[in-house]
């Protein structure tokens, strides 16, 4: 009985029938999304689905002052967190996946953009970091078997095409160059580690030469600027991946079981050490300081 009550009540509430400028509408309330700063004052927003999705409002957190951004008809839906810097300037643009494409409101300017997309697409990974070392993230997805970078605060999209079977490993997006901004890291074809640096649009490929390897991590260990790929090469080498000056470092173990200790520094000095243990002297820590080059 209540639940009908309460059921019957929420409709009534959920459904109130407006004249707006003299025609009668059917009006959903508004949906609350999420509430961010968006407009850069440093106050939080609240951000609704209004008009039966066909509006986005944006209020004051006490309700007032809502601006109204208007959405095609259709299935749309935030575009992964939805809340997200994009263009370096203070507040949080919305970020709209909408009819195909991705459309941003930039609430600050009053203003909203679109960008178009063919076929199918998908953020990649957590599809917002950091990439051209300029304040704003930039949205990474991808699409057509490659990956898009779109960069809002210049309204530009570069596009990395990628032949056969890839994807991301370890985080995805570091800093492995050492300068601003993330690199995109992924496998290629299974023997190949490559790193893309948008921000010079510098793809680096690493051949492993074989698909029997495995990341071990991804770290700064040679007290230079930027992580090295830390890969176990067919568990008889462990081969460090320098983007910074695109080069490799192996260091060879003997052919016996082994597992990986630590990476982390353990000398005071910048940079992490690797430390293994063979199986067979497990009270032995051996350490390789990819600084010096030196195992011991
Ligand atoms: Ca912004
Ligand atoms: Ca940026
Ligand atoms: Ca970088
Ligand atoms: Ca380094």
Redesign the pocket.
């Known amino acids: 009985m209540n639940f009908y009550k309460k059921y019957i009540v929420g409709v009534f509430f959920a459904i109130s029938v407006l004249t707006i400028g003299g025609n009668t509408s059917l009006l959903w309330a508004d949906t609350y999304m999420g509430s961010a700063d968006t407009n850069g004052d440093g106050a939080l927003e609240k951000i609704y689905n209004a008009y039966n999705s066909s509006q986005i409002k944006i209020t004051k957190s006490n309700g007032t002052n809502p601006r109204y951004y208007p959405i095609s008809t259709g299935q749309w839906s935030l575009l992964g967190v939805g809340f997200v810097d994009l263009d370096g300037n203070a507040g949080q643009e919305i970020v709209i996946n909408y009819n195909g494409g991705i459309k941003v409101i930039t609430d600050r300017n009053g203003t909203s953009h679109t960008y178009n997309m063919s076929g199918e697409w998908s953020l990649l990974g957590v599809g917002f970091t950091d ?1 051209d ?1 300029y304040s704003g993230q930039e949205i990474v997805i991808t699409c057509n078997a490659g990956i898009k970078v779109i960069c809002d605060r210049k309204g530009t999209t570069n596009s990395y095409n990628l032949a056969g079977q890839w994807c991301l490993i370890g985080q995805g997006f570091m ?9 995109i890291i992924l496998s290629k074809n299974g023997y190949i580690v490559s790193t893309i ?1 948008d ?1 010079t649009k510098t793809v680096h490929n690493f051949n492993i030469g074989s698909s029997n390897w495995n990341l071990m991590g991804i770290a700064e260990t040679d007290g230079v600027s ?1 992580n090295e790929i830390i890969i176990n090469n067919k568990n008889i080498a462990i081969l460090v991946l320098c983007d910074k000056i695109n080069k490799s470092r192996s260091y060879g173990l003997l052919a016996k079981p082994w597992f990986l200790n630590s990476i982390e520094n353990i000398d005071g000095v910048t940079g992490s050490e690797i430390t293994y243990i063979y199986q067979d002297t497990p009270g032995l820590v051996r350490v390789i300081c990819d600084r010096t080059g030196k195992q011991y």
């Open positions: 990439l070392g800093d492995t160059n050492g300068t601003a901004g993330n690199e640096c921000r930027g």
